[in-house]
């Protein structure tokens, strides 16, 4: 079992706490390219390429295979804990640190190590181990074009607040809602490197909080 860091927007760590969100979709960082006998193949980290019919592809997924787990790193204060003194706080190891989650608490103003007077926030590219609140166990890894998801995918992305031109959380009839939503969000984040029209291959990973 290997454990990997992977980042999550604000609304998505309030899906995933709130229990709306098991599943994510990256995209593969290279793209499958058509075999001339295999269908379609994906170049591998060691040089050459596996079938994207292989369940070796599956192992090529960055962020791991079954049994794996995923520290989410999302935006954060790194706010000094109370009575400690700001010399004795730790970076590498969290010690004498009280993070904020702004996902869930918001922003605030804080002391920096300066005696700077800030609610300056750090990107979740940033946040170190120890600061991470929620692990995720992976349950399944597939390979797919990312229309390929269906509506019951779409629903377990947690996009139902995403469908920001009619915005709900039941389902409200149409039977491509969540869909829709979620292409929405897609583009919201993928549009200029690869946009909902152009199908990219993603991994689809299920996963749940542990």
């Excluded at 295999?38 to 292989?54: C, D, I, N």
């Excluded at 002391?111 to 990107?123: E, F, L, Q, S, Y």
Aim: glycine letters at 6%.
């Amino acid at each position: 079992m290997k454990e990997r860091p992977i980042p999550f927007t604000p609304a998505n760590v309030r899906a995933i706490l709130d229990g709306r969100k098991t599943q994510t979709r990256r995209v593969m960082k290279s793209q499958p390219y058509t075999l001339r006998v295999e269908g379609f193949g994906y170049p591998t980290k060691a040089g050459g390429f596996v079938s994207l019919q292989s369940p070796h592809c599956l192992s090529e997924c960055p962020y791991g295979v079954p049994g794996d787990r995923l520290w989410v790193k999302e935006t954060f204060q790194p706010i000094f804990a109370p009575y400690v003194r700001r010399e004795d706080a730790d970076w590498e190891t969290g010690k004498g640190y009280a993070p904020r989650y702004t996902a869930t608490e918001g922003r605030t103003e804080w002391v920096d190590a300066d005696d700077n007077i800030t609610d300056r926030c750090k990107p979740a590219i940033f946040m170190p181990r120890w600061a991470s609140r929620i692990t995720l166990e992976i349950e399944e890894v597939r390979v797919e074009r990312v229309q390929e998801m269906s509506e019951y995918d779409a629903k377990e992305e947690g996009t139902g607040v995403w469908f920001e031109s009619h915005p709900h959380e039941e389902w409200d009839g149409d039977p491509d809602q969540y869909r829709k939503g979620y292409k929405e969000l897609w583009d919201s984040i993928n549009l200029k490197s690869h946009p909902w029209a152009s199908n990219p291959w993603v991994f689809a990973i299920t996963f749940k909080r542990i």
